[in-house]
């Protein structure tokens, strides 16, 4: 392609890596194709007024990156394996786990091509990172940290950040420091249910507290802390998993207010927080004193990078959650730490943020056309509904038939603390799925809804 021409208008760097990154952008566009020619490098550098040598550092650059190669007297040519568009190792495809709740994926070319472009630059610096470091990332990596967790009104201290290796082990952490072995934690009713396998493996008692449209009652958590006497409070309060309830400031001021009275720690699980543009301010900007904030990336990010901030509630708290991290993860991996890092800082991270938004907002939607108003919980900006289940389906009839439809179906036993779970059913709407099948797994199950198990078993 002789008359190929880089649009580096956009360009924020040094010229000759705006070219090789135009020419992943362009490949993944499908501008470029394997066997294609790139113009001579003297010819490109006159077209664009620039010297001959950024070119050329341009084209070394792509080459490096395996999306070109060049051949003296021959020219510079696309790759015959350098699509960005193509899935990759083919053994690695259809591994998503659709229990869990995920967000919807990045199918946008250009931005999976600016993904792609960190991965290429981190590499770059690749031995360093292949080495043991100290807990808790270093101080490029928690200015990063600190610039994300900015963007939920929170400027903590470096010192009370850290970036571990996600929320889950975040929590396995923060919860053997804060108890022991037959100790009590509070949770809401209907949790997370990640927070029911910790509390079990550590041998802590998990109790569900009880709630209402805006989550946990205040006078439900003061009977608590002075009957089971609990060493913690968990709570997810934005887009909680599974209910979609986010809990407004009023109350979560009411909250810490019990909290603080009690000396409770609060251990703050806000793997949602930053999906909402304007949502309400962290309980860890209400009550830091008392709060443990995890800021998971899985959520808002990817799950793949398993990395998460956490802020502790001062200095001393911080020392301690470092060691005991220490002991049970060494440290979050610096690969995907520089990633994260990389995204933050050039803007890649808050573009896939606000794809996931927007995806997000239409797959909601698209629920919505299926299910009436009031039969089922959800936000506009949820990557799950909770489908409360009528004419007669028990939530194993109900995922048994729903599986075939691809969708990630979770009944409710896994998320009830104590008590019969009700006869519910979590429906994803995220992960690796396009709105038309996901359209066709909603009717499907709207449509078994409308009748009885013993109706619908004609269509198995």
């Given at each position: 392609m002789k008359g190929w021409r880089p649009d580096l208008s956009a360009n924020e760097g040094p010229l000759y890596l705006s070219i090789a990154d135009a020419i992943a952008r362009d490949i993944a566009r499908g501008v470029l194709t394997p066997g294609d020619r790139l113009p001579p490098q003297r010819t490109l550098a006159a077209a664009l007024e620039v010297?001959?040598?950024?070119?050329?550092?341009?084209?070394?650059?792509?080459?490096k990156r395996g999306l070109i190669e060049s051949t003296v007297g021959r020219g510079s040519f696309i790759r015959s394996n350098a699509s960005l568009r193509e899935d990759?190792?083919?053994?690695?495809?259809?591994?998503?786990?659709?229990?869990?709740?995920?967000?919807?994926?990045?199918?946008?070319?250009?931005?999976?091509?600016?993904?792609?472009?960190?991965?290429?630059?981190?590499?770059?610096?690749?031995?360093?990172?292949?080495?043991?470091?100290?807990?808790?990332?270093?101080?490029?990596?928690?200015?990063?940290?600190?610039?994300?967790l900015g963007r939920r009104a929170l400027v903590p201290a470096q010192e009370r950040?850290?970036?571990?290796?996600g929320a889950h082990t975040a929590l396995v952490g923060i919860f053997s420091l804060l108890a022991k072995a037959g100790d009590t934690l509070l949770s809401e009713a209907i949790t997370y249910p990640g927070v029911r396998?910790?509390?079990?493996?550590?041998?802590?008692?998990?109790?569900?507290?009880?709630?209402?449209?805006?989550?946990?009652?205040?006078?439900?958590?003061?009977?608590?802390?002075?009957?089971h006497k609990p060493k913690a409070l968990y709570l997810n309060p934005t887009l909680q998993n599974p209910t979609t309830v986010t809990i407004p400031e009023r109350r979560r001021t009411a909250i810490c207010a019990v909290a603080r009275?009690?000396?409770?720690?609060?251990v703050e699980d806000d793997a949602y927080g930053f999906i909402p543009s304007y949502g309400p301010p962290p309980l860890a900007a209400i009550a830091p004193d008392i709060c443990w904030h995890i800021a998971g990336l899985a959520k808002c990010i990817g799950a793949g990078l398993r990395l998460a901030f956490v802020v502790a509630p001062d200095a001393r708290s911080g020392w301690s959650f470092s060691a005991a991290m220490r002991a049970i993860s060494v440290m979050a991996s610096p690969v995907t730490v520089a990633v994260a890092t990389r995204w933050i800082e050039d803007g890649t991270a808050d573009t896939i943020l606000r794809f996931i938004r927007a995806e997000a907002?239409?797959?909601?939607?698209?629920?919505?056309?299926?299910?009436e108003p009031g039969t089922y919980l959800s936000d506009p900006l949820s990557f799950n509904i909770w489908l409360p289940l009528t004419n007669g389906w028990t939530r194993s009839?109900?995922?048994?038939?729903?599986?075939?439809?691809?969708?990630?179906?979770?009944?409710?036993?896994?998320?009830?603390?104590?008590?019969?779970?009700?006869?519910?059913?979590?429906?994803g709407l995220g992960g690796p799925i396009t709105r038309e099948r996901l359209r066709t797994g909603l009717e499907f199950m709207a449509h078994a809804l409308e009748g009885s198990p013993e109706t619908a078993a004609a269509f198995f």
């Open positions: 010297d001959f040598t950024t070119v050329a550092r341009g084209y070394v650059e792509a080459g990759g190792d083919p053994r690695r495809q259809q591994l998503a786990d659709f229990s869990m709740n995920m967000p919807p994926e990045p199918d946008d070319p250009e931005l999976i091509a600016r993904m792609q472009d960190g991965f290429a630059s981190v590499a770059r610096d690749l031995l360093p990172l292949l080495r043991y470091q100290g807990f808790g990332g270093a101080a490029v990596d928690k200015d990063a940290a600190s610039a994300w950040i850290f970036v571990t290796p396998s910790i509390t079990a493996q550590l041998g802590l008692n998990l109790v569900g507290l009880e709630t209402d449209n805006d989550g946990i009652l205040p006078e439900a958590l003061e009977e608590a802390v002075k009957r009275r009690h000396r409770l720690p609060i907002a239409a797959r909601e939607k698209l629920a919505s056309q299926f299910f009839a109900f995922v048994g038939h729903v599986r075939r439809t691809g969708i990630g179906v979770v009944a409710s036993d896994v998320f009830t603390v104590g008590g019969n779970p009700g006869e519910a059913v979590r429906v």
